[in-house]
């Protein structure tokens, strides 16, 4: 494989624009100087945009997970309860890390279900001091419905937590508006940041509801945001400077083309992405209803009757495009295809194209171009 | 300050290769797929000759606080002792971690003074699940004990975790001949990567005296193990993928150096250091004696007589030299050179060179030369 001409489409790590990747090879700065501060600090800024929001945003080194541990670890204790909402593989990540620091009541879903918000009520009228939720949930293309749980975390008066990391510039998202005290997402999602870098944003809520002390050290979210309150902005523990330099061109990027605009872009995207699948005979694998709808930033897919995970991924593979397979119970099932940063039409076009090319080997289809055709015209609408 | 002519001489993060540098610039590619698990691999067998070890490595997405967060939280349970011996800053932190997951048995010394191994012992024969200590204390420029406390912690049966951040890669540093079962380091220093990534080794001992279940999350060190030794290698949530390709590049530039050249390189840059502080009559930090020494990697000195930390610190920078000042009750009181990595005589000259111009400016030298040409007696010796 020569990575140098390989079309990454998974939903994230996603592709990064080469601005973004040489802004990384400048050299190293002092963590604690003025210059990281800046950066951190005007990343920070941009980043409200991202979230709309108003809130304290923290940066960390580490990976989205990091983020939702942070936000757990620094409001449950032993004896507090937490709602966890899931439809795959995150939401039930969001179990797991209830269960590690307190008491969790988990609301599960099939993987590709949409939520019961009637099963969701029902847990929150037995009390809890938070409720946490996946928005865009990523094993399943299903966004869920933040806006609706984050009423009903009112109404009931628990911390609302959304991992927003497949989801955040990439969905509509708005943290302030939708009640969401912590919000998460990653870097090498929507942000078209390589991984490394967690971003939350905490309502003044949630930090007058953290616990005396954080479960996690190294998490600690009250310690990382008296850090970025500090003059120049800090970490408590060493950041990654060159996600930090690579973070800051990507918002300029973003900037650039308009945080509303790249929203619109990731929606046209994965409607043409659901509309030459549409045309192929192949079928979307989530369920939706009037709150939960096809996720703009990664869609996923049956796998086409009588195609083999291996002969389809691994031969797109061969021809350069990486699209990612089903995760666990989901293996060999579905096939999914990101949409999210600085994907292009031509990227799109590519791997529809070469999927086709597959279809076509295999027996699915008798020609080729009607996937092509139907997506370009989306696009190009 | 214009970064690209800029030398940094702090103890971490340290100047990086612009070979390495580059490596960061390639395309991303998926963190599960095998590309990923080889250079993952690559790294941890290169690391085992660093780390001079034949146990398990993992590399966590995070500054080297996380793998020693890792280490405790994986081991030490609420009703578990643990003794955390500190003589600086970065001993204190694992005081602070030890009584975030159980029971701390803090042995501590003054800033910048050795142990006393009896105090340790006394200790340990109150019986106690772990001992942790660092070996090479970035904030005061001392080298601990480490064999000797590993000697200790085998007769008393106890862990033994030690925190090589700085040291590993440049101070000798023998995790398997010393009995260290959790050894920690940070890419940024003596393996000359941007920081971003944790390296931990750990013993079968350590591993069979893991907690059923880590006290934290993202920093279980029995899931990333777990990961690691996965066909393909990966980890158990997304990794910073740029910075593995910077690992990989540093460790093939250490390989071609050879590991033990590197630190005798490290040994006698940090001996020049020291060598054109007396010859300028600047007095070293520490106090040593027979098992505590001077450390190879970071140089710490008294602030000279009548100097401020911002002339010293802040003329410097002004001149294009960065070198870092002593952190909380040393603050103002020192100043600390570090020579890890890929650090040269040129980076060291000019540095030496430029303190002279300081202090020749405040009057505490009459002419310049002095440290530079004994600095240079120790280089080409």
Redesign the interface.
Known sequence: ?D??D?L?M?P?????A?RV??A????????R?G?FGAIYSECAELLKEFFQTKNQIAIM??????GM?AA??GIIGHEDKIVTISNGKFGERFT??GE??GKCVPVKFDWGMPFDLDRVEAALEEGAKAVAMVHNETSVGLTNPAKEVGRLAKKYDAVFIVDGISSIGGNEFLTDEWNIDIAIT?S?KALAV???LAVVSVSPRAEERFLA?S?????DLKAHLKSARKSPAQTP???????FF?MQEALHMAAEEGFAARRERAAKQAESVRSAAKALGIELFPQTNENSHYSNTVTAMKMPEGVSDDKLRGGMKKKGV?V?GGQEQLKGKIFRIGTMGVCSSGDLLRTIQTLELILLKEGNIHSCGVGVEAMSRVLDS
């Not at 990384?24 to 963590?31: A, E, F, L």
């Not at 080194?61 to 990091?66: E, H, P």
């Not at 523990?237 to 996600?243: I, N, R």
């Open positions: 494989m990575i140098e390989t990454l998974i994230g790590p996603v592709k990064v080469p990747l040489r990384m090879s400048k050299p190293m700065i002092s963590h100087s210059e080194t580490g990976s989205g997970t990091l541990d757990v670890a797991e890390i590690r620091y990653g090498q390589p991984p490394g002390q479960a996690s050290y190294y998490a523990f060493t950041p990654a400077v060159p996600l690579a990486i990612s």
